[in-house]
């Protein structure tokens, strides 16, 4: 028998190490070593005399059929994993906990099940009579899903391996399952990376779809080793505040389909319920007549989504003035405000800056720095942006806002939600065409913004006749150089 050989292996990262050590040098995160046996099960001695075997090569030019896809019966779902699940791909679903992953798995399987497939759920953290439990107060427990509470992956393909094919198979959750194959508590890196090992083996070889949840890191992150989210065909995370009763469901990674698409659900008494209009739904309470919140118009995979941005621009008294972001880039608003200080004329050093995203979505692109830059200015000069409008485009260091992806699709979703104005860059004029249905007023520079949203109100406790004067001097480019009163 091979010696066995032990090593201490980052829970977070999957190095290995000879020795323990507080901090992994390859993440650096403190005390997530852990000692692990990382000889195999099958000796070297033995494995070395395998032979090889030979398999026939095939040429790029030959045609494939299209993989066929099972529909999950959620129109959300369906669209964030491209159309269905296809056969034998193995999806990771991660997210925080309590955000509604075994809700939403187990709404899916029920549906597939009342379809006439055959789907198995197999739990690793509750017992049957939980899972029953849940399915209980959704309305589902008589959907003939096939039961499960069993951690050990050799039992669970050898119990799968009997009678017809499931066509979809949920382990919840992956760090809890273990194999025999490796010496290791589960949940480490070698038991998770294993285990999925196994199942994606055993999905490839049978055809059936299997969905594996991840527990996520207080980063956000997947735990486990990200070896795993390169073995599966597709990565999905559920997103939400725990205050707010929206659930977001993001494709990071697709082999079937469309990257950073998104599904939008709402979290309800008797479960998830799909948002077939996100952008009604994030518009739905609004703070109109308010300064300081400014409609985006984003694109979320391939669809468009209407979300409101709400700045708070108000004086500090701190040596160090306070920015608060929530659902946005930090660094992108640092980015803005320092263009908005250098070429505009907007001083933001005395103020303490927050800035939101209504409903708990996230904004990843770049598009939304022109309405990130409006809601700032308008609720520093206590001006009113017109509730009708929409705003999008992408600020470049000198000022100038430079165009953004699918202007016509934003467009179309703004007049079908009823708006009349869009603010979006010069040089996407000509791309929107002239049957957007919307007034366009297409600006070239941030400063023309600015010199607009400024001769809209006052700045607090000053008056009108010294609001028309900083207006007047925000719409001068000449007095915009650093220093000038």
Known sequence: MAKNTLSFVCQNCGAAYNRWQGKCESCGEWNTLAEEDTTGSVPVSIRSKRKGRTFALESLSGKSPDAPRLSSGMAELDRVTGGGFVRGSVLLVGGDPGIGKSTLLTQATSLLARAGHRVVYISGEEAVAQVRLRAERLGLSDAPVQLAAETSVEDIVSTLSEGAVPRLIVIDSIQTMWTDTVESAPGTVTQVRASAQALIR???????????????????????????????DAVMSFEGEGSQQFRILR????????????????????????????????????????????????????RPVLVELQALVAPTSLGTPRRAVVGWDPSRLSMVLAVLEAHCGVKLSGHDVYLNVAGGLRIHEPAADLAAAAALVSSLVNAQLPSDAVYFGEISLSGVVRPVAQTPARLKEAAK??????????????????DAGLSLNAINSLTTLVAEIAARGSRRGESSGSAEKSAEKNATPARFRRGEG
């Open 202 to 232: 055993f999905a490839k070889k049978t055809g059936a779809a299997i969905i594996l949840v991840g527990h996520v890191t207080k980063d956000g992150q997947i735990a486990g080793p990200r070896v795993v989210e390169h073995m599966v």
């Open 251 to 302: 494709a990071v990674k697709n082999r079937f389909g469309p990257t950073d698409e998104i599904g939008v659900f709402e979290m309800t008494g008797l479960g998830l319920r799909e948002v077939t209009n996100p952008s009604e739904l994030f518009l739905s309470e609004r703070d109109l007549g308010t300064p300081g919140t400014a409609v985006f118009a984003g694109i979320e995979g391939t």
């Open 417 to 434: 939600l009823g708006f009349q104005r869009a603010v979006l860059p010069e040089s996407a004029r000509g791309e929107a065409g002239g």
